[in-house]
């Protein structure tokens, strides 16, 4: 008996937006529908599959590379798919929200990448999720264009030849999609919304312009979540009869359990694999998370003085490297969060000169390409590449044979010389309040003190804080880490926060909610496993 046709899905709690059938078509409704009735049993396992993984590391202490995928790791003889052309040459990324004035300007920075973001820099607003879809068709048929209200000013696309390939990033596997529910009033993951529609619309567009459905995974937590992942990919290239091998995933490796499996993640997506990349502060958040239980020697410092040459972090991103090249795929290192000041040029001379180093670190270690948040970053970013690779798109062919990582040095947090401080406490409580707040309002790439912040910003800040309280962290000021000093630097920052854009300002924002929000997940005693989960129930829209 052949299985029944998939039940329609319902809009749910949303206002109608303007143009919104062109990308909720019925049948982009029935695609998304059955990537829910196929896939999500399967994701649920797998989130369950998380939790007992978390309580195995509480009661540990440690993790190990899997001994019963060893034979993948020892067989040298499988790579991952080649390289579309259009997927080539990464030496620069350019990441952002799929907003129209963000489309046209990434589209145009450069970058020979766009990370056009459904997930961290996206807060999912169903205009959000929506439009973001609507806003990328636009940009394949060449009819977006925008004018920023407050200043006049015209965007439009320049020719087709210099813009960059769109790497899309759907939600995480965690999240759901409130406004689209099943005829059991169950909500479709976020992943399978994100993905379905961006699949659905322009799977055949973008073969059709010479490139591709291209996809970064964010949150992945093992091999099995990469074989969901590659399921979905197989399914979907045959229902919308789109050839096998389309598809193009780069795994983000933004979690401490994917970091002992990422020779795994690659086998299982091989024929649809492009690269892994490297995400510093999910990763950090990750270790926070998994280690939380494991004593002393697991305490992060202040999250600024944790760079990418601290050990550990020294040991997970040239394990990176070699594992990609090994196999053929692509090595894309981390982000240069800076954002260049308009009214300050010594302080943009500081920052430039750090990114410089940063990305001719990374150029030197090996990688093909890196990741920028803004425009102006892009020649910086560019140079350090082209000094290295020259006219090569990539150097896959550099093994980095003499790296050899040990399963302990991938969280050897305590090689660092490093300790929490005082000023690192009230940071993280301004960056937690002040991003959380901008969420609330719709907003997931946020300019805080010169640096683009997005969830993963807000996930280490409300974990650290988290951390120093239960470990019971003393800082240089003979200061303890309790929840009423938290509470007191919290209380400071919104007073000076009024201060600093006036009573109006203060009143019109989410101030206080956002206030409340860190606090919540900073000071229970039940750690939330994301912070975006109490934040979705209260986001409106």
Avoid at 152 to 178: C, F, I, M, N, Q
Avoid at 269 to 293: C, E, M, P, T
Avoid at 368 to 377: C, E, K, Q, R, T
Wanted: net charge negative.
């Amino acid at each position: 008996m052949s299985a029944p046709a998939p039940s329609p899905l319902a809009i749910v709690d949303a206002e109608p937006l303007p143009r919104q059938e062109e990308v909720l078509s019925d049948a982009a409704l029935a695609f998304v529908a059955e990537l829910h009735r196929r896939f999500t049993p399967r994701r649920d396992e797998l989130l369950a599959r998380r939790a007992e993984r978390r309580a195995e590391i509480a009661r540990t202490s440690t993790l190990d590379f899997l001994p019963e995928t060893a034979a993948i790791r020892a067989d040298d003889s499988w790579k991952v798919a080649p390289a579309p052309a259009a997927l080539d040459d990464r030496r620069v990324e350019i990441t952002g929200p799929t907003d129209r004035k963000m489309t046209i300007n990434a589209l145009n920075s450069g970058a020979r990448v766009w990370l056009a973001d459904f997930e961290d820099a996206s807060a999912p607003t169903w205009e959000n999720v929506v439009l973001g879809q609507l806003n990328l068709i636009d940009a394949y048929t060449r009819s977006i264009d925008f004018t920023d209200p407050r200043s006049g000013k015209s965007y439009a696309l320049r020719p087709a030849a210099e813009l960059a390939t769109v790497v899309t990033r759907p939600r995480g596997w965690h999240l759901d999609e409130r406004h689209l529910v099943d005829a059991d009033g169950r909500p479709v993951p976020g992943a399978l919304v994100d993905f379905g529609l961006y699949f659905f619309h322009n799977a055949q567009r973008l073969i059709d312009l010479g490139k591709g459905p291209y996809f970064y995974l964010p949150k992945t937590e093992s091999h099995l979540e990469a074989r969901l992942w590659n399921e979905i990919f197989v399914f979907a290239q045959d229902a919308l009869g789109i050839p096998q091998g389309t598809v193009r995933a780069t795994v983000l490796i933004e979690t401490i359990t994917a970091a002992y499996e990422m020779e795994e993640i690659l086998y299982e997506l091989r024929d649809h694999a492009s690269g892994l990349n490297a995400g510093r502060w999910d990763y950090l958040f990750s270790i926070v998370k998994n280690f939380r239980d494991g004593g002393e020697k697991f305490v992060l410092p202040d999250r600024n003085a944790v760079t990418m040459t601290a050990p550990f972090m020294r040991a997970y991103t040239e394990l990176l490297v070699r594992t990609c090249h090994k196999r053929g795929a692509h090595a894309v290192g981390g982000m240069a969060a800076f954002i260049p000041s308009r009214k300050d040029p010594e302080v943009n001379k500081v920052a430039f000169e750090k990114v410089r180093a940063d990305k001719d670190r990374e150029a030197g270690d090996g990688f093909d390409g890196s990741w920028v948040a803004h425009p102006d970053l892009v020649p910086i970013a560019m140079e350090s590449f082209d000094k290295v690779l020259g006219d090569r798109p990539n150097q896959k062919d550099r093994l980095r044979e003499d790296v050899h990582v040990e399963a302990a040095d991938l969280i050897a947090v305590d090689s660092l010389d490093a300790k929490p401080t005082y000023p690192g406490l009230v940071n993280a409580v301004q960056v937690g309040i002040r991003y959380i707040e901008a969420w609330l309002r719709g907003l997931g790439a946020v300019a805080i003190f010169n640096l683009m912040e997005d969830a993963a910003t807000a996930e280490i800040s409300r974990s650290q804080i988290w951390q120093w309280i239960n470990a019971g962290v003393e800082f240089e000021n003979g200061e303890k880490a309790t929840p009423e000093l938290a509470r007191k630097v919290a209380a400071e920052e919104l007073e000076n926060i009024r201060a600093e854009i006036g009573d109006d300002a203060f009143a019109a924002g989410h101030w206080k909610q956002a206030h409340d929000l860190l606090l919540q997940v900073s000071l229970d005693e039940d750690y939330a496993d994301f912070l975006t989960l109490p934040a979705y129930q209260q986001l409106k829209g």
